[in-house]
Structure formats: C-alpha cells, structure tokens
C-alpha cells in the first residue's frame, strides 16, 4: 500500500501543473445495470470558437430491455473553463425509448444570475451561483480535482427547481480493471448522500473517469466502465 501511495504522489505531481487545462478528448464507456452490460456510452469534449467547451454524451442501449425498447440517451453540456472551475451556460437531456421519453434543458442566465429550467412539464427559474454546474459538466470538475490532488470539495449543482449542494470526498486509492485495461486511481465518493454516486479517477488519463456508478430511484445500479479513449 506505501507503495502505491508514493507511486500514486508522484503521478499526481507529473501532472497537477495541467490540472487546469482542458484538452479536447473523447471516450467510449461500457454501460452496466447491476452487473449485467447493457449498451455503450460516447462521451466527447470539443472547444467552440467563442473559448466555451461542449461535452456531449450519447448512451445506446445495446443488450437485454435496453436494446428492446430502443433506449437513446443525449447529453450536452456548454460552459466556460476557468482554472479548473467551471461556468456553465446550457444543459440539454433526451431520452428516447418507446416506454417513455423526456427531455430537460437548462439555460444558466449569469448576468440575472438566474437558471431557467424546462422539462416539458415544468417551467423553474431560480437564483444561482456563478460557479453552479450541471450534473455532466460535474464529471470534469472531479476529474480536476483527482489531477490536481484535491481531495474534498463542495459543489453547487443544478437541478430541475433548485441548486443542490453536492460534498464529494476521496474515500480510497486503488487499482481498479476497466475493459480499457487497470488503472491506479482515486475513488470519489457523495458521502452527503451515501451510496448515490462514487466516480474513479485516474491523473494520468484526463478530466474524465475511469468508472462511474449511480444509485437509482428503483434500486438499482448504472455504472460506466471505461473502453476505449480517444
């Protein structure tokens, strides 16, 4: 375990002076539903010509029910990159499947500082913070945090009517095997929620995670393991 621990220092040494930087990537994610493989997930960060960032996902669902009700998911994130922080400035979410579909969007209004949400059954406007983030874009901030070496930190994350204050800690550091091959990571956990959401990160692969796991409403478990990067 000491080992490990000063291997893994000196890795987040080599690379917390780019902590800060964004580069632009894409990665292929395995997705799992309590243990059983179910569809691929795309993930691609791209700069715009006005210095923002978009990160877009698209999840397809591949095996099982995902397959058989044509489960398409689409993400889409557009913020502005500062230091490692992050401003967002508009969030997209469809679902396609033919036993429901939804859509979300997000408009971050920073000169009101207002956030104007609609999901096709509800309108929200409430007050936000400068650095509020949306729940994708919250995937780059913790990546980050694991390059640059924080291990705590307290984010505001925006929701469907209101801002959410989400604690994140490093919760263990260890070799985690992903379709992608192992990694030595560092393993974020939502202890204001426990069991909600644990990410793994590893400094030397970028601002995207090796894994991902969330608790969902039923019970059961969504995890994105690492397949291919860019």
């Known amino acids: 375990m000491r080992k490990f621990a000063i291997g893994f220092l000196l890795a987040l040494s080599t690379v917390a002076a780019h902590a800060a ?83 979300k969007h997000i408009d971050f209004d920073h000169t009101a500082k207002q956030a104007h949400s ?47 204050s989400q604690h994140f800690a490093v919760k263990g550091e260890e070799t985690i095997q992903v379709p992608a091959g192992s990694f030595k990571t560092l393993r974020y956990e939502r202890d204001d929620m426990p069991g909600k959401a644990r990410s793994w990160y590893s400094p030397a692969t970028g601002v995207l995670p090796i894994r991902f796991e969330k608790a969902q409403g039923d019970g059961s478990v969504i995890a994105l393991e690492l397949k291919e990067r860019g």
Do not use: C
């Not at 096709?120 to 983030?133: C, T, V």
């Open 118 to 164: 609609r999901d096709g059954k509800s309108n929200s406007d409430y007050a936000i913070p400068a650095d509020a983030l949306d729940r994708t874009n919250l995937t780059l901030v913790l990546g980050a945090a694991a390059a640059s070496g924080k291990r705590d930190l307290t984010l505001p994350v925006a929701g469907r009517d209101h801002i959410e």
């Open 21 to 103: 930087d964004l580069k632009a990537t894409s990665a292929v994610y395995t997705v799992i539903r309590d243990g059983k493989a179910i569809g691929d997930a795309s993930y691609t960060l791209s700069a715009n010509p006005d210095g923002s960032w978009t990160l877009r996902s698209e999840m397809k669902g591949t095996s099982g029910t995902a397959r058989l009700v044509g489960l398409n998911i689409h993400e889409e994130s557009t913020f502005r990159w500062n230091g490692g922080k992050v401003q967002s400035l508009r969030y997209d979410f469809k679902q396609d499947a033919t036993f429901k579909s939804s859509v």
